[in-house]
């Protein structure tokens, strides 16, 4: 079984920074792709950005590309979204998601089977 948890949520002004990570437990997600993925109240979930196992070809979402940035450390086993100048759209809450079905990275929130319980940013105008 694994657990996935979040940190790093909180409340910003526009244009502030935060930096979410993800610490998995129970069994290592080191050989699954992840990703962030965010829900706005009333929307559906979207998705943020994903990283291949070994920890590259990062893509985002064309919304937050140029102001975020995934990471992932197998080694240390965490997963981190760096997200720079955020914008009152940018307010969800972030939730950690790995899949062990799936090789190869994907941009659908339903191809992931592992959720972390989310952590809620804030960002006001």
């Known amino acids: 079984q694994v657990q996935l948890v979040e940190t790093g949520g909180g409340s910003v002004q526009a244009g502030g920074s935060l930096r979410l990570s993800c610490t998995p437990s129970?069994?290592?997600?080191?050989?699954?792709?992840m990703a962030w993925v965010r829900q706005a109240p009333g929307k559906e979930r979207e998705f943020v950005a994903t990283i291949n196992r070994r920890g590259g070809d990062p893509y985002y979402a064309s919304s937050v590309k140029g102001r975020f940035a995934i990471s992932r450390d197998n080694a240390k086993n965490t997963l981190d979204l760096q997200m720079n100048n955020l914008n009152p759209d940018d307010t969800a809450v972030y939730y950690c998601a790995a899949s062990s079905t799936n090789t190869m990275s994907t941009t659908t929130p339903l191809t992931y089977n592992y959720w972390g319980q989310g952590t809620q940013v804030t960002v006001s105008s």
């Open positions: 129970g069994r290592s997600v080191n050989v699954y792709p």
